[in-house]
Nanobody
Framework: VQLQASGGGLVQAGGSLRLSCAAS????????VGWFRQAPGKDREFVTQ???????SYADSVKGRFTISVDNAKNTVYLQMNMLKPEDTAVYYC????????????WGQGTQVTVSS
């Protein structure tokens, strides 16, 4: 499966962005899909995911501000980011597992999010 992330950009603190991740080659059905991010000089970190069984989890740093959703008809996963902070600045990556898989195997190319103070 190929993943294509988009929607990044430059936004002021307190603003919003919505990231999209479109899958081709296979549907998301029965896969866990998630978003990760990597800030300059830091390791990649988990942001949020929807498991193949429907469970949703968020990193503490984004709870209450970010929302993940999946449109199965469009085979696209979204990340709505509200109340953005400068510390949210990073390259954001979407990822997916194999059906019913536990390890993230497929990765998008990343989209840059920059939040100015």
């Amino acid at each position: 499966v190929q993943l294509q992330a988009s929607g990044g950009g430059l936004v002021q603190a307190g603003g919003s962005l919505r990231l999209s991740c479109a899958a081709s080659g296979r549907t998301f059905g029965w896969s866990t899909v998630g978003w990760f991010r990597q800030a300059p000089g830091k390791d990649r970190e988990f942001v949020t995911q929807v498991t193949w069984s429907g469970g949703i989890s968020y990193a503490d740093s984004v709870k209450g501000r970010f929302t993940i959703s999946v449109d199965n008809a469009k085979n696209t996963v979204y990340l709505q980011m509200n109340m953005l902070k400068p510390e949210d600045t990073a390259v954001y990556y979407c990822s997916a597992t194999n059906p019913r898989g536990r390890e993230y195997k497929y990765w998008g190319q990343g989209t840059q999010v920059t939040v100015s103070s």
